[in-house]
Each structure stands twice: as C-alpha cells, then as structure tokens.
C-alpha cells in the first residue's frame, strides 16, 4: 500500500486547506523532524482586520517548535503571509492555525507544556522537551493571563482567605478562593489589608460585585480582618476552624516547653499534645494514656484543648455560645498563662467564631489547595520568583480555560 507522507503529516499537524505540507526532512543523526508548510500560488488569505478575501502582499520565514515524533525534535517552517486588504485595511500579517501570534511553538506544544507542568517542575519539563526554562515560563504566564482575564466571578459569594510561603522566611502571597466552586480566584504578594483591596478590584473587574460576597473565612489576623471590613463590609466574618484550634494548640505547646524544663516526662512528648487522638499510633496513644494521670499542666492544657473541639459539634448557635462561655471561664480560670492569652484571643473574636453556626464554611478546601500548592514548590525546591509562584498557583488550583487543543 502506497502512503502518501505529506498527506500523512498534514492530517497529523491538522492542517486545513489551504495549507499542506511542501516538504519534509528527517535526521536520523540529529534526531530532528522539519517540515515546511506552504499553500498553493495564487491563494487568498481573510484580512485580520474585516475578513474578506485578500491578496498576499508578502511573506515572512517563521519557524515552529512542535511536539515531538516518536522522540525526534520537529519543526514546523512557513512563511507567513501578510495580506494587502483592498477594502482599505492596510496591510496585515495573518494569524496561522496551527501557533498563536508571537509565539515561537506551536499550540499543540503549548498545550503539552501546560498539561506537564501540573505534574512537573517548570525545569523538569524543561530539560524533557529540551527547552530553556525561561521560554517555558513565558508560555504559562502567556495563558495564565488570557485565562484569567475571561474568567466570570459574578456568581462568587463565599470566599476563603489565607496566605501561604512562597519561600524560606516571612515572604509570603495571600490566595484567596471560591468555597463553593473550589478554584482559586486571585493570588497576590503580601499578606496584609491591602490584599483584600487588590481581590476586591479584580473581584470587579472580573464582573463580581463586592456587596454580593455574602461570607468570607480566614484566619485570626488583624490584617484579613480589617481588610474585610472595609472592602467587603456586608460579608459576614467566619474565622477558620483550623486557625482557632492553631491558637489553642499553640498554648498547649507553650505550656509543655515551660513544663518540660523541669519535668523529665515531657521529653520528646510533643506530638502527642499536638496531634488529634485519633491519628496517634498505638504507641504514641499508650504513652498519652501513661501521662494523663501524672499532675501536669500540660495534661491540664490539653484537656482544655480537646474540649474546645466540641464546639463545632454543638447543634446551633444558641447552644455553641452556651458551650463557648463555660469553656472561656474554665480557660481563663486555668492559670495556665498561654492557655489564659488564647482564651483572650478567642473572646476578642466572639462573634466571628460563633458565625460558623450560620454559613458552616471553613478553610478546609483552601488548606487542601494550599497543600498542592507547597507540594508543587517542594518538587520544584522553589521559585526565582513571587511572580513564578503565583503563575503556578493559579495553573494548580485556578481551573482556567486555556483555549488550547486537545492532545488526544
């Protein structure tokens, strides 16, 4: 059976009429694949500008990083026509079908690289399609851009709020996120009140309307809340589960250093005041089960702790506010020092803390992305960049529609 090769690459590159494939030269020495792309004499091209039909005036050479055949770097080669509109457009370069403007790869290769790096460090994929990392990130950035900047967020009305490290020390980006639809909606350095204003001008010019945001969740700090009263001032405030329960445990891990300086039996005990009962091992339970009869005041802590717990099982707000007063005296009437501070902390939060009865939201979903979001900068051992790091968040956690081809 006879097979016509350039009918065959062309049907494989998803050419269209008038394009087809002129030639083709393979390196078995080299590994390397080019194919050079033309159309017929005499051809006319729809003017970018109006759409009609209009002459080539010339041609530019341009040459195309493709997807890989069968491990043999190819090359896409044309030139590019510009057209001479008769209908008073000027003269105008046309966009080919296979590669976006401006770009040196074709968009099936773009779509390749955007599906890797969810997996993958940017370097990893580099060094696999044997490209510069820098020309890689000039891609995601490329889409990440366009993506965002169709995204509708008319619908959003609950929101999580927290940041997370973008490297070593206190540098960080504040993400903010749809609860309801579990996507990222915009990542910005910092991790103060003007974070907030940054989202709630992308919230607008996303077509959302701040007054609409009906509950945000965050954290305890000064800056989120202050943030969001003032730039979401009808949202009710919900402090995080997890962020209130960080305050006690912190106590608790306070009171145990104070007491483990003088006490022999809280020597490499740490987690097992830290940690939830259930997820101790058997070994880890039967040492707690040994020191919960000793005469601690850590075990006075953590008894103190695991009752906090309880209140997010209480069946409405009348009841958590009942339960939450008793535990606040027992708290501030421990005489345990960090247990006291935290029990303050939380009363200076009443209000947010209680408001969990009424929209049920936490961070959860948030932390859950936030996790896939450290976990991708550990592969990577981190970014040059914020800008970088903010790139792949979104990549990560946004859902975005890139607009690109399937590979499949």
Request: glycine share 6%.
């Amino acid at each position: 059976m006879f097979f016509n090769n350039k009918l065959l690459f062309a049907a494989a590159l998803g050419l269209t009429p008038p394009w087809e494939v002129k030639d083709i030269k393979f390196s078995g020495v080299e590994h390397r694949l080019d194919i050079w792309v033309g159309y017929p004499s005499g051809t006319t091209f729809p003017c970018p500008v109006c759409g009609k039909a209009a002459p080539v005036y010339d041609t530019r050479k341009q040459t195309w990083r493709h997807l890989n055949f069968f491990q043999h770097e190819t090359y896409l080669h044309a030139g590019v026509p510009r057209v001479e509109c008769p209908h008073g457009c000027g003269v105008k370069t046309i966009n080919v079908p296979w590669a976006r403007a401006r770009s040196d790869f074709t968009l099936l290769f773009e779509a390749y690289i955007m599906l890797l790096v969810k997996e993958m460090p940017v370097n990893a994929v580099a060094k696999l399609v044997g490209e510069h990392d820098t020309r890689l990130w000039r891609i995601l950035k490329h889409y990440v851009k366009e993506a965002r900047a169709k995204a509708d967020y008319s619908s959003v009305r609950k929101i999580g709020i927290d940041e997370t490290s973008a490297k070593m020390g206190h540098d960080y980006i504040s993400l903010f996120v749809d609860l309801e639809r579990a996507k990222l909606l915009f990542a910005t350095e910092g991790k103060g009140k003007e974070t907030v204003s940054a989202f709630t001008n992308d919230l607008v010019q996303h077509g959302g309307k701040p007054e609409k945001i009906e509950s945000v969740c965050c954290d305890l700090s000064p800056s989120f809340v202050a943030g969001v009263k003032e730039h979401l001032a009808n949202a009710e405030l919900v402090f995080d589960r997890f962020h209130i329960m960080k305050i006690v445990n912190d106590a608790v891990d306070e009171v145990r250093r104070l007491e483990a300086k003088e006490n022999e039996l809280l020597k490499k005990t740490r987690y097992l005041w830290l940690k939830n009962p259930e997820k101790l091992t058997k070994k880890q339970q039967k040492k707690l089960e040994s020191l919960k009869y000793e005469n601690l005041d850590t075990v006075k802590a953590y008894n103190i702790k695991l009752s906090l717990r309880s209140f997010f099982e209480q069946p409405d707000r009348k009841a958590g506010e009942e339960f939450l007063k008793r535990w606040y005296f027992w708290a501030t009437h421990s005489r345990l020092v960090p247990i006291v501070k935290a029990a303050y902390t939380i009363k200076n939060h009443w209000e947010g803390i209680l408001s969990w009865f009424s929209s049920r939201i936490t961070n959860g979903l948030l932390e859950g992305l936030n996790s896939l979001i450290q976990a991708a900068k550990a592969r990577a051992r981190g970014y040059r960049n914020k800008e970088n790091f903010i790139t792949i968040s979104y990549i990560i956690a946004s859902d975005l529609d890139y607009n690109l081809p399937a590979l499949c």
